[in-house]
Structure formats: C-alpha cells, structure tokens
C-alpha cells in the first residue's frame, strides 16, 4: 500500500543552489514563466558552480547564448539548480552542496546529474527549468521525478556557455510539465549561434507549428531489447500501456532489434570520459578553480593539490578513467574502439529509422532508487542504459511521464523514452503530445506542501 508523502518544502529546498530576486520581464512569448537554469550553464548574475568545490562563488563574466535568449524572450529567471558534479552521475548525491532529494518520496533519489531542474519544477517551485544532457541527465532525472524532459537533436541548442563536460554528447534542453512548453521554450533557445561551432547552420524546424495535430501512419519501433528482465515490472507493465495507448490512437507497431543497445554504456564511459579529462584539465587552480592555501615548492605541486581540493570522488575517477583510455598504447584498444562502435551505433539507428517514425521504451529500467544506493558506481551507470546510444549517435529524445509505480511503498513515477532522428524534433514533440493528449499522467503532483 503507498500513501502519498506530505513533503516540506524545505526537504527540497535543495533543488536549488541559489535563488534569485527577480526582475520585470521583457515582452517576448515566453514573458512571465518562471524559469531555473542549471548550474553548469554560465549566468551573469550570481554564481556558476557546476555542483563542484572546483568553482565555488566563480562569477561569469557573460551568459550563455541560451539564457541570453530566454531573457529576450521575456522569461523571469529565478536561479541556479543543483546538479552532481560538472554533470557527472545519475543521482545528483555527487553534488558538493549537498544532495538533491525526490518530492515524490524524500527517502530516494530525483535522478541525475539535472536532478535540481527536474525537482524544481516537479515540486512546482518554477514553470520550468533548463538542464544538461550527455548521457541522459534531462531525461532520467525527469523520469524519476515525473515531468517532460526533452533533450534536442545534437547542435540544435547552442552549448555556448555550458561548462562542458564531453563536448561531442552535451546538449542543453528543458524541464516541463508539458510538451507544449517543452515545444515554445526550445522554439525560443535553439537556432544557429555562430559562438558554437558545433551549432547546426540550417534552418531549424519549427517546433510548435502543428505540435497538436497527431502523426498519421505513424509507426512506433519498439526494440526486443528496451523490454525484459532488466527492467522492474511495474515499469515494462507502464511502457506495454504506452504502446497499447498508441496502438487506440492509430499508431502500428513495429518490432525492432538494437543490439547495440548492450554496448552503450560501455562505449559511453570510453568516450565521455576520455573527452572530460581533457575539457577539465582547466582547473590547474591558476586559469580557473580552486587554489590550494598550502604552500607549494612548485608549480606541479601546485596544480595537483589545487585539484586534489577542488574535485570530488566522482569527477576523479572520470579523470583516471579518461586519461588512461586516451593513454598511449590503450589508445587503439579503447578511444579508437569506442569511436568505430559510436558509428556503428549511427548506423544502427539509421537503419532503425528506415522502417519506423519513432523508437519508444521506458527511459530508465528502474524508478527512483534510495539516496545511498550508489556506493558502487557501475551500479549508478547503469541507469544510462537506454538513454546514452541517444547521445552517443546524437539524435533527439525526450521522456514524457506515463505511470506510476506502487513497488515500493511510494508512488514513484515512470518515464516513456521516444527517439527520433536527427532534426526531427518537430515530428518527436509531435508523437509525445498525442501520448499526453491521451493520458493525465503529467497533470499529477508529488504532495508537496508549504
Ligand atoms: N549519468 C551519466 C553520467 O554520469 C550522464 C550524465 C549526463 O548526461 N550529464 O555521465
């Protein structure tokens, strides 16, 4: 039996690293919602920590493209949300402020690394909230705290001024409760900047034309490998739902195979890793970061103890990890390997793509599990089984929520993963709408009170 957790708000609190005095807004389509920036995208105002000692109190001197863009269009920005560390985790504990705990039951974690944008905006504190994706850090921790988290194709949204963490796989994207919102604000933020010279220099589809009317024909992959053992019941049982909704609305059902589905999280800490290590070799404690107080005979010692303070456990260990792995003689056998399977992985997913408009599976295999529970890293990892080929391919995504779960004497909430092609965003905000048009999963609330 569950019952739903009176939550205060102060348990939650730490969603957000600091908040803000607001201002008036400007005109725009976005004037007047409430919006929270993650903390490793640059602001002006107050701080950019990206959840790490490294940079505690760092001031930007400018603001990211997307914040510079939110504001003309008319957003209040409300402050900075927690996150694990430079981006790095699933569960937002490796965060140096403190963990971020899930309104839907305090006891447990709200995903990660965006965990402080999702619980923001599922506990209401904000209308939505911007995060980062590399691996799955918008759309697992939506997932886990049971609203809209979308991640754009790669190079839609500008990563100017978002701390990067491995460059090939970041992406901005948001935190709603809803597609159309998800829809108008990434209308807003994406589009060509020529200060990101990954930025896509096409025309952008538009995202909010004919976002409410539904996809005819539309054909739903559905890959053997996204449903099984590996996933908690109650989580294939929400997912089987989904495609039963669908399959009302018209949709048929197209059964896929994605074998390389196995081999992304592996693939994923080759790459991610190997390209943090080199994007982190910044903080020496001189250019940027942390300083050690301790006198030092030279400037070695000086860069090692400065980062030995800075960093934590978790940002260490994908330091270790990159550096070996991009390491004469382990070079060939991991980076270079990891890059033929990346292709591969396109490859896969343009094959994919061929005979359906859409990949559909839960975003993660489990719902929020305990604070605490991630003692043994690969256990963490594994949360990024569904999510990380996305990234790794740089295709579209987004998780929507579509049920609940009982499991485990809360009401936990469970993320549907759609996958589209590259740029087609329009055409997977699309899919998602006629699933919420369908359903009220997103209407519902965690019991938060003042
Ligand atoms: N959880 C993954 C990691 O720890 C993904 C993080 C992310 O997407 N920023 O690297």
Redesign the pocket.
């Known amino acids: 039996m569950s019952t739903t957790q009176h939550i205060k708000k102060n348990d939650i609190y730490n969603a957000f690293h600091e908040i803000w005095e607001t201002e008036e807004p400007s005109d725009g389509v976005l004037h007047g919602l409430c919006i929270a920036i993650k903390d490793n995208i640059v602001t002006k105002k107050g701080t950019t920590t990206c959840g790490s000692k490294m940079l505690k109190g760092y001031n930007s001197p400018f603001n990211a493209t997307v914040v510079d863009r939110l504001e003309n269009a008319g957003a209040v920005l409300v402050g900075k949300t927690n996150c ?1 560390e430079f ?4 569960s937002t504990e490796h965060c140096a402020w403190g963990p971020v705990k899930n309104p839907w039951d305090t006891n447990r974690v709200p995903g ?2 965006s965990g402080g944008s999702a619980v923001a905006v599922a506990a209401n504190l904000c209308d939505a909230a911007l995060g ?6 918008i759309r ?1 921790p939506a997932a886990l705290c049971g609203v809209v988290g979308y991640k754009p194709t790669y190079g839609n949204v500008s990563r100017y001024g978002l701390v990067a ?1 491995a460059s090939s796989l970041d992406q901005i994207g948001t935190f709603t409760h809803s597609v159309e919102d998800a829809a108008k604000i990434t209308q807003c933020i994406s589009g060509y900047d020529e200060l990101d010279s990954t930025s896509y220099p096409e025309t952008h589809p538009d995202l909010c034309e004919n976002l409410k009317n539904p996809i005819k024909h539309l054909r739903i992959g559905v890959p053997s490998q996204y449903i099984g053992s590996n996933n908690e019941t109650a989580v294939n049982d929400a997912i089987q739902d989904a495609i039963d909704t669908y399959k009302k609305l018209g949709a048929s059902i197209v059964e896929l195979e994605l074998p390389l589905t196995d081999v992304g999280i592996s693939t994923y800490y080759v790459l ?1 890793p190997a390209e943090a290590s080199s994007n982190l070799a910044r903080y020496d404690g001189i250019r940027y970061g942390h300083r050690t107080d301790e006198l030092c005979s030279d400037l070695f010692e000086l860069y090692s103890k400065s980062r030995a303070e800075g960093f934590g456990d978790e940002v260490k260990r994908r330091i270790m990890l990159g550096t070996y792995v991009l390491s004469s003689g382990y070079y060939e056998a991991y980076y270079n390997n990891a890059l033929k399977i990346r292709r591969l992985i396109c490859e896969e997913y343009k094959t994919a793509f061929e005979s359906c408009d859409v990949i559909l599976g839960p975003t993660t295999p489990t719902v929020a599990f305990p604070l605490g529970s991630t003692a043994d890293p690969v256990s963490m ?1 594994l ?2 089984v569904y999510t990380a080929n996305t990234n790794i391919a740089g295709i579209c995504g987004i998780s929507i929520p579509c049920g609940f779960s009982e499991e485990h004497g809360s009401r936990l909430p469970i993320g549907l993963h759609l996958q589209c092609a590259w740029h087609e965003d329009a055409k997977l905000l699309r899919i998602a709408q006629m699933f919420e048009s369908a359903t009220t999963f997103h209407t519902e609330r965690p019991g938060v009170i003042a």
């Not at 981006?87 to 699933?90: E, I, K, R, T």
């Not at 980062?132 to 850090?137: A, E, Q, R, Y």
């Open positions: 694990d981006a790095m985790g699933s990660g690394s980062s994706d590399t691996g799955g850090s697992q963490f991610a990892y949360n990024d």
